[in-house]
């Protein structure tokens, strides 16, 4: 397991918050952050429920499970999987799974040169602002993650790229962090999926 510094923003101050990115952990530790979010994904789905909300305005990750997800990875994936995780003191404030085999770039000049698979990325419930319900705690949450899937890309010699499909909810997020539209894809509920180049890695990073 590694431990880096890193900082997120304070949503009502927007004075910079200390944190820690763990950028190695075991699956083990989706349970517990899952443990950490469900009430907070409860007290927000019985908020939006009693607010009438339509269920195409909820999140869309407000279903999501990572103990789950952190036992289909051992099962399923025991050997390409990265769990990274921003803690601030005993709290998780956001989480990441990346893959590293069998990914390759499909966006020129890149095409069918080896990526990072960006599988799921998802801050805490407290740090989603929904309207009509409540502002975020935290935010720059996930782009602290997002530049750990970039690191993670150049460690393993893959130039900075990254790749994903984001949620519809999200497009405009990591749209804003560079990553480029590629197309949608049919494999995957037609999901957008997403590319960050090498070249745009080298710009955010300020790599040379």
Do not use: C
């Not at 979010?37 to 869309?60: F, H, M, N, Y």
């Not at 799974?97 to 990914?103: A, E, F, G, L």
């Not at 069918?112 to 990325?121: A, T």
């Amino acid at each position: 397991m590694s431990t880096h510094k890193a900082y997120i923003v304070d949503a009502a101050t927007d004075a910079a918050v200390e944190v820690e990115l763990h950028d190695d952990l075991n699956a083990e530790v989706l349970l517990d952050i899952e443990a950490q979010w469900t009430p907070g994904r409860q007290e927000l789905r019985a908020k939006l429920t009693e607010l009438g909300v339509a269920r195409d305005q909820w999140p869309q990750s407000l279903h999501w499970d990572w103990g789950r997800k952190g036992v289909a990875l051992v099962f399923e994936a025991p050997d390409d999987y990265r769990v990274m995780a921003v803690r601030r003191h005993a709290t998780w404030e956001a989480a990441l799974v990346t893959r590293s085999k069998d990914h390759v770039a499909l966006m020129a000049p890149d095409i069918g040169s080896p990526l990072i698979y960006v599988d799921y990325l998802e801050v805490a419930p407290w740090n989603w602002t929904v309207e009509k319900v409540r502002q975020r705690k935290f935010k720059a949450v996930g782009p602290v993650l997002l530049r750990a899937a970039i690191e993670q890309s150049y460690a393993l010699g893959f130039a900075g790229r990254i790749g994903l499909h984001a949620l519809p909810q999200a497009v405009s997020f990591y749209a804003s962090q560079s990553l480029q539209f590629v197309q949608n894809d049919p494999g995957k509920q037609n999901l957008p999926y997403y590319e960050l180049s090498a070249a745009e890695a080298k710009n955010r990073t300020g790599r040379r």
